[in-house]
């Protein structure tokens, strides 16, 4: 799988007249062997992409239900070490992305690299990583605490065996600011639909509508709206179709009451 990969899926639920369905999963949530399993029933139930969540012990982005999860996962053991040896013995028949904080990615193949300049070293472990990532089948990273000003060795890496390092942008993020990940990005563009932490929402808000238009004005790649989202009925009182759906919380809390991934995805069948 590569960044090519997830343009074409969405491109392909385009084509069926539907946004691509995009679940994001904490890994190692609801519990260790459950996750793998979830993985799978996702993939054979409609989900065209899966964001996977890297667990971390300061997630700024991460609403309550998120954070939570991340928590557990944390607690027992989870690592960005167990996604990818996972995914390895797991192949997915859908293509996977990691939701990442840039710490885990920095840190992850930092004590395999010499000690040489700091620079240097940070763009031989982001080379190691990006290598691992690709014999995984990760298709692409997301990174919500890396501003583009410092995206540079990430982006290098990650380019070099053909992953995308995927945006995100929201309503605060200006065409010219777009303009500058433009010129970066692949795989597709994922929208904020508001500003704060992830979480599920009754509504989303008018300019949502607004946060889209901008994002096509200057990205050629898809669209994919995230944040709040639980239903697609919200979709059809936004009044506006991004090109792919992204559902985490509302998913997380379906799982832990202990329902499956097959009767979280019935409605968007």
Known sequence: MNASDLTKAIAAARSQGRPARIPYLTAGFPSLEGFWRALTELSENG???IEIGVPFSDPV???????????????????LAFIIEGLKKHPQK???VLMSYANPLVQYAWPQTPPVEPSERLALSLELLAGELAEASVAGV????LPFEESGPLSKALKGVNLALIPLVGPNTSAQR???YESEASGYVY?????????????LPP?????????????????????GIKEPAQLAALGAEPDAVIFGSALLKHLDSGKSCREFMAPWL
Do not use: C, H, Q
């Open 207 to 227: 300019e949502a509508i607004e946060t889209i238009a901008r994002a096509r004005s200057v990205f050629s790649l898809p669209i994919a709206l995230g944040f």
């Open 142 to 145: 997301i990174v919500p605490d």
């Open 61 to 79: 982005a991460d609403g309550p239900v998120v954070a939570a999860a991340g928590l557990r996962a944390l607690e027992n053991g989870v690592d």
């Open 191 to 203: 929208v904020v639909s508001v500003l704060g932490t992830t979480g599920v929402r009754e509504g």
């Open 178 to 180: 777009m303009r500058l």
């Open 94 to 96: 859908v293509p996977t």
């Open 47 to 49: 989900a065209d992409i």
